[in-house]
């Protein structure tokens, strides 16, 4: 058995996603999750998945799910992220709606917190979680993949976004 502080794995991540009572996984495919999983999601029988065009509007789509009673997921890159903070701002922060969003940090460094990468990308990602007050933690190892669950639940609960970063390619 793998150490959990050095593995990631996709079927563990799903399986805490499942557990949250989410129904919908709304995506844009990208390189950090694509493997480990993207291509599991995509033929599992329990979860749906959604593929969109651009992230901003997977925001809109997770808004109307919430309305009819049903929780979803998005899982795009930091990229994407980036691209859509005005969506997130709007209708997770002042709406006060539970944007859960999975957010794979494309090319952070292993074993470096990403506040201290390299990559400037992936290094402004918490800060500006933070000044949104959007809760968020890092999903590195399946040691961590045990806040997943709670985290989604308690958004739900509470009416509020969250993110969890995917610090690395999980595998399937």
Not at 56 to 61: A, F, K, L, Q, Y
Request: hydrophobic content about 40%; overall charge negative; charged content about 25%.
């Amino acid at each position: 058995m793998a150490d959990g502080q050095n593995t990631l794995s996709g079927s563990r991540i799903l399986a805490a996603v499942k557990a949250s009572g989410v129904s919908f996984v709304l995506s844009v495919p990208d390189i950090t999750t694509s493997d480990g999983l993207l291509r599991p999601l995509a033929n599992d029988k329990e979860l749906r998945l959604i593929r969109v065009s651009k992230e901003d509007e997977t925001i809109g789509i997770s808004a109307g799910l919430w309305a009819c009673n049903t929780k979803s997921l998005i899982l795009i890159q930091n990229t994407g992220f980036l691209d859509s903070i005005n969506a997130i701002r709007c209708i997770g922060v002042e709406y006060r709606l539970p944007i859960c969003m999975m957010i794979g940090l494309l090319e952070k460094e292993s074993g470096r917190p990403p506040s201290r990468s390299d990559k400037f990308g992936v290094k402004i990602v918490e800060p500006i979680l933070d000044v949104l007050g959007i809760d968020h933690a890092l999903i590195d190892n399946d040691d961590d993949v045990e806040r997943i669950t709670p985290a989604i639940l308690n958004a739900y609960r509470d009416s509020r976004p969250v993110a969890l970063l995917i610090g690395r390619s999980p595998q399937p």
